[in-house]
T-cell receptor, first 111, second 116 residues
C-alpha cells in the first residue's frame, strides 16, 4: 500500500525567507503531484513530476523528484504572504490513476 | 485548461435524507472520475473511482450502498449520499481524467455538505 508523508505539517515563515517542504512516499510511484489549497476551496494544480530528476519551477516555487530516494521537495524562495495556503503532495502508484495524498503542510507567511 | 464543475457548491440537508452531487467535465471527455472526501483540517481521502459505463470501484471502508456513484456519460458522474447523517458532513471533491492525458487529474471546486 502506497503511503505518502509530508513534513513539516505546519510551517510559519517570515516574508523573504526560503524553506523546503518534503514529501516521502513508501513504494514505487511513477508520478508525483503538488497542489495548493486555499481555505474553503478545492485543489489548484502546481506541478506534475513524471521522471527521476525532474525539476519544475513556477514563480517562487520549485519542485523536484528523486525516485530512487522516493522523495519530492517543494522549495519556496523569498516567501510572500500570498503563498499562505495548504500544500499537498500526492503520488500515483499505477497508471490506473489513483492518487494517494500526503497529510498537507499548512504554510503561513508573516510580514 | 480542462474545467470540471460540481453542483451544488453547498448543500444543507436534514438527517435521513439523500443528497445528489454532480460532477461534470465541461470541455473534455472524462473516461475516469474520482470522488474524494475531505474532513476539516485533514487531507483528501479517495472514496471511489468510476469509469464511464461501468460500476464504480470503492476504497476499503467506504460503504457502496451509502455512497452511490453513477458515471453514465463521458462528461457526468454523480455521487448520491443516501440516508445522510451528521457524520457524513464533509467537503466532497471530484476529479476527472481524460484518456489523452493520463497523467493529469482535473479537480472540481468541491461541494460542502452539512447534515443537520
Amino acid at each position: 500500500e502506497l503511503k505518502v508523508e509530508q513534513n513539516p505539517l505546519f510551517l510559519s515563515m517570515q516574508e523573504g525567507k526560503n524553506y523546503t517542504i518534503y514529501c516521502n512516499y513508501s513504494t514505487t510511484s511513477d508520478r508525483l503531484y503538488w497542489y495548493r489549497q486555499d481555505p474553503g476551496k478545492s485543489l489548484e494544480s502546481l506541478f506534475v513530476l513524471l521522471s527521476n530528476g525532474a525539476v519544475k519551477q513556477e514563480g517562487r516555487l520549485m519542485a523536484s523528484l528523486d525516485t530512487k530516494a522516493r522523495l519530492s521537495t517543494l522549495h519556496i524562495t523569498a516567501a510572500v504572504h500570498d503563498l499562505s495556503a495548504t500544500y499537498f503532495c500526492a503520488a500515483g502508484g499505477t497508471s490506473y490513476g489513483k492518487l494517494t495524498f500526503g497529510q498537507g503542510t499548512i504554510l503561513t507567511v508573516h510580514p | 485548461g480542462a474545467v470540471v464543475s460540481q453542483h451544488p457548491s453547498r448543500v444543507i440537508c436534514k438527517s435521513g435524507t439523500s443528497v445528489k452531487i454532480e460532477c461534470r467535465s465541461l470541455d473534455f471527455q472524462a473516461t475516469t472520475m474520482f470522488w474524494y472526501r475531505q474532513f476539516p483540517k485533514q487531507s483528501l481521502m479517495l472514496m471511489a473511482t468510476s469509469n464511464e459505463g461501468s460500476k464504480a470501484t470503492y476504497e476499503q471502508g467506504v460503504e457502496k450502498d451509502k455512497f452511490l456513484i453513477n458515471h453514465a456519460s463521458l462528461t457526468l458522474s454523480t455521487l448520491t449520499v443516501t440516508s445522510a447523517h451528521p457524520e457524513d458532513s464533509s467537503f466532497y471533491i471530484c476529479s476527472a481524467r481524460e484518456r489523452a492525458a493520463q497523467n493529469e487529474q482535473f479537480f472540481g471546486p468541491g461541494t460542502r455538505l452539512t447534515v443537520l
